[in-house]
């Protein structure tokens, strides 16, 4: 029992293991998963190894990387223009996208969309985002999705517009060397209403002769309308008895789009199963649609950085976690602090009644 007041060194000693407890509290975060980060992983590094082979692929065939505008030395960034040029391209855009984690995107969307092993996806790739469309391949092969994939082969600027190595030479090369276990079924010319408008004779020639090399099926259309319906048509003559779970549009292609700005992401269809395109037509079906042509809103809504140099590492960032305080730490350190309070108080108070009663 104490005679005098409480001594200063004990108050002095409390604050100092108070503020001890904050820092702590404050310094150790424990770091929490997010929901499918295994897949995330996965896919991210397939996506990785397929740039990879890519690039090794773009050098083996003479073709040159320019440092300037692909400061990372990706290969995935093609020309300013070209023959098969159909408009104009962003190439911070084109940039962002040659990030591998792009991949745990297209994965968290895929499983917003309660996308399942073993189910049928169509997709619609245009030659204006090479690295988006593998990263997209690369969450559908981790995820044993089975896509049903046509191509516009013709592409905005800095995309997979070299007149000798287009979106479907890429896509055949890590198929035949078994990176990919899939790969386009069809494609088509591309550019306005996807039957080669705005494309010079000699772009429109190097675009069928891409498809011919690549020994797929060309769609021939003769306005926009006709080419939506004979893509429609092949969906699901190919998906037979089979349900499609989900169409996925990348990029700006004519068919998809129909000339409507569509929103980025999961597309409701109250609001858009009038749309004209590929995409209301098959929200009309009851099929979730993913569309993904602003690669703005895409970094925005998932805090990915735009055209970084150098590329970020795989399973860094908010998509694979986050770093959150303790719950445990902290409730220990409150229960501690608290008896230390208590004791004290207490031996305070007696001290009080002690002293009212000799009084």
Same mark, same amino acid.
């Given at each position: 029992?104490?005679s005098?007041?409480?001594?200063?060194?004990?108050?002095?000693?409390v604050t100092?293991?108070?503020?001890?407890?904050?820092?702590?509290?404050?310094?150790y975060k424990?770091?929490?998963?997010?929901?499918?980060?295994?897949?995330?992983?996965?896919?991210?590094?397939?996506?990785?190894?397929?740039?990879?082979?890519?690039?090794?692929?773009?050098?083996?065939k003479?073709?040159? =990387?320019?440092?300037?505008?692909?400061?990372?030395?990706?290969?995935?960034?093609?020309?300013?223009?070209?023959? =098969?040029?159909?408009?104009?391209?962003?190439?911070?855009?084109? /940039?962002?996208?040659?990030?591998?984690?792009?991949?745990?995107?297209?994965?968290?969307l895929?499983?917003?969309?309660?996308?399942?092993d073993?189910?049928?996806?169509?997709?619609s790739?245009?030659?204006?985002?090479?690295?988006?469309?593998?990263?997209?391949?690369?969450?559908?092969?981790?995820?044993?999705?089975?896509p049903? =994939?046509?191509?516009?082969?013709?592409?905005?600027?800095?995309?997979?517009?070299?007149?000798?190595?287009?979106?479907?030479?890429?896509?055949?090369?890590?198929f035949?060397?078994?990176? /990919?276990?899939?790969?386009?079924?069809?494609?088509?010319?591309?550019?306005i209403?996807?039957?080669?408008?705005?494309?010079?004779?000699?772009g429109?020639?190097?675009?069928?002769?891409?498809?011919?090399?690549?020994?797929?099926?060309?769609?021939?259309?003769?306005?926009?309308?006709?080419?939506?319906?004979k893509r429609?048509? /092949?969906?699901?003559?190919?998906?037979?008895?089979?349900?499609?779970?989900?169409?996925?549009?990348?990029?700006?292609?004519?068919?998809?789009?129909?000339?409507?700005?569509?929103?980025?992401?999961?597309?409701?269809?109250?609001?858009?199963?009038?749309?004209q395109?590929?995409?209301?037509?098959?929200?009309?079906?009851?099929?979730?649609?993913?569309?993904?042509?602003?690669?703005?809103?895409?970094?925005?809504?998932?805090?990915?950085?735009?055209?970084?140099?150098? /590329?970020?590492?795989?399973?860094?960032?908010?998509?694979?976690y986050?770093?959150?305080y303790?719950?445990?730490?902290s409730?220990?350190?409150?229960?501690?602090?608290?008896?230390?309070?208590?004791?004290?108080?207490?031996?305070?108070?007696?001290?009080y009644?002690?002293?009212?009663k000799?009084?």
């Amino acid at each position: 029992m104490r005679s005098g007041k409480l001594p200063n060194y004990i108050l002095i000693s409390v604050t100092i293991i108070s503020l001890i407890f904050i820092f702590l509290t404050l310094y150790y975060k424990t770091k929490h998963y997010a929901p499918y980060y295994q897949e995330k992983i996965e896919s991210a590094r397939l996506t990785k190894a397929l740039f990879e082979k890519i690039k090794q692929e773009k050098l083996k065939k003479g073709l040159i =990387i320019d440092p300037i505008n692909d400061p990372n030395q990706t290969g995935l960034i093609g020309l300013e223009h070209s023959p =098969i040029t159909s408009e104009p391209g962003d190439l911070n855009a084109k /940039l962002t996208t040659t990030n591998p984690n792009i991949s745990a995107v297209i994965i968290e969307l895929f499983k917003k969309c309660h996308l399942n092993d073993g189910e049928v996806v169509a997709v619609s790739f245009s030659g204006s985002f090479p690295a988006l469309n593998l990263a997209v391949l690369s969450a559908i092969q981790t995820l044993n999705l089975k896509p049903i =994939i046509i191509t516009s082969v013709s592409s905005s600027m800095w995309g997979a517009n070299i007149p000798e190595f287009t979106y479907l030479d890429m896509e055949k090369f890590l198929f035949q060397n078994g990176l /990919l276990k899939f790969r386009s079924v069809a494609a088509s010319l591309g550019g306005i209403d996807d039957i080669g408008r705005g494309l010079s004779p000699e772009g429109r020639k190097i675009l069928e002769t891409a498809i011919e090399r690549n020994e797929i099926m060309e769609l021939k259309s003769k306005d926009l309308e006709e080419a939506i319906e004979k893509r429609f048509r /092949l969906y699901y003559e190919i998906a037979g008895e089979e349900k499609i779970s989900c169409f996925i549009n990348i990029g700006g292609g004519a068919t998809a789009l129909a000339g409507y700005e569509l929103p980025t992401g999961i597309l409701d269809p109250l609001k858009y199963s009038f749309h004209q395109g590929l995409a209301g037509r098959f929200l009309k079906n009851g099929v979730k649609v993913i569309n993904i042509n602003n690669i703005g809103t895409l970094t925005r809504r998932y805090e990915l950085p735009i055209a970084p140099i150098p /590329l970020p590492e795989i399973g860094e960032g908010k998509l694979y976690y986050e770093k959150r305080y303790s719950v445990i730490l902290s409730t220990i350190f409150f229960v501690i602090l608290s008896l230390i309070i208590f004791v004290v108080l207490r031996i305070d108070i007696d001290y009080y009644i002690r002293r009212h009663k000799n009084d």
